[in-house]
């Protein structure tokens, strides 16, 4: 059994790193090369653990160095097949969609934001993203499919990692078949182009994403701003072989509140268009989804009510979810619930 980490409140938190220019802070990295889902233990992977959890229960992310995904790959991403699709006229694009699910498609035409996003659901299916590459090109585009489909693959390797130490240290490391199984993913594409507001060159502003995890790729363009708990912005400079990891606010209610979620944004500085991947987790709709039992005791009572992903998405992006910082807890919280959320049913 893993010993029980301290909560990062009794044990101080960790300090950001400097970055490459000698000023500017950093959050952590964490070095994941050499790892693999399949051999969760040794020295590294404890050592690599711990940076982790640090990290994520400080400031909620960090920054995985992990080369699994080549440079040739990125390159392939970032410099052909993402320039590519974002080419293509606004009413292919507009072909991206989920009905009844808000932001699940396609995001653009956004007033004042030069912003344009797609999305594809479940791309560790080369099926899948090959429906979706049909929808942007009826003739078919067989590179672009494949691009997508090896890069999913990969990085899902580098959030089974994360989730299994995560689960490590909480000492619910049986809880990881049935959480796994639980979870569906999805890959944003997006494009970022020169903001239109040059004041405060916002390009995205602040949110906290409505996922597990979330596993961000920018190359070549930075732009991704996180909070501290401080309220401070941190910049993150990604390296070459880097991702940036964060919690979604449903882990934080999975954990039962005892892991954070930060807000972050974008920010464009250059006059560079900027390209990200954000790779994803989150429940199936169909799947009734809470704190597992052994996260609740009296020094950590139940926080969060049992939901469905839906139910809670439509409330998130509704006209009266729009009007809280906290959705989340307005919704789900057990305590101080300030709307009637109803039990999810079983149908």
Not at 17 to 38: A, K
Request: aromatic share 10%; charged share 25%; hydrophobic share 35%.
């Amino acid at each position: 059994m893993q010993r029980k980490r301290q909560h990062p409140e009794s044990r101080g938190i960790p300090e950001a790193t400097m970055g490459s220019d000698g000023n500017q802070l950093q959050i952590p990295r964490v070095d994941f090369r050499g790892l693999s889902p399949s051999y969760p233990g040794g020295d590294r992977w404890s050592a690599a653990r711990e940076e982790a959890m640090s990290a994520l229960e400080s400031f909620g992310c960090f920054e995985a160095i992990y080369d699994a995904v080549s440079s040739d790959t990125k390159d392939d991403l970032f410099l052909r097949a993402l320039p590519e699709l974002f080419e293509l006229p606004t009413e292919t694009k507009m072909r991206n969609e989920y009905v009844g699910m808000p932001y699940e498609g396609y995001i653009g035409q956004i007033p004042n934001m030069a912003f344009d996003s797609l999305r594809i659901q479940d791309p560790l299916s080369l099926h899948n993203v090959q429906q979706f590459t049909s929808l942007m090109w009826p003739d078919g585009n067989p590179t672009f499919s494949n691009t997508i489909w090896r890069y999913a693959k990969q990085v899902q390797e580098l959030e089974q990692m994360v989730v299994r130490m995560i689960l490590q240290s909480m000492d619910v490391e049986k809880k990881y078949d049935s959480l796994v199984e639980s979870l569906t993913h999805g890959v944003r594409l997006s494009e970022y182009g020169i903001p239109l507001d040059q004041e405060t060159k916002l390009s995205l502003k602040e949110h906290v994403d409505p996922t597990m995890i979330t596993i961000v790729c920018q190359y070549l363009v930075d732009g991704l701003e996180v909070q501290t708990r401080d309220r401070k912005w941190i910049r993150v400079e990604s390296q070459p072989n880097s991702f940036n990891v964060m919690l979604g606010e449903l882990f934080r209610a999975w954990s039962n509140g005892r892991l954070h979620a930060p807000l972050h944004r974008v920010r464009v500085t250059g006059d560079q268009t900027r390209y990200s991947l954000i790779f994803g987790c989150r429940p199936k709709d169909e799947i009734i989804f809470q704190v597992p039992k052994e996260l609740i005791d009296e020094e950590h009572p139940l926080r969060f009510r049992p939901y469905k992903y839906p139910e809670y998405i439509r409330f998130r992006y509704s006209a009266e979810g729009i009007k809280h910082e906290d959705p989340l807890q307005v919704y789900l919280g057990v305590e101080g619930r300030q709307v009637d959320a109803p039990m999810p049913s079983a149908k």
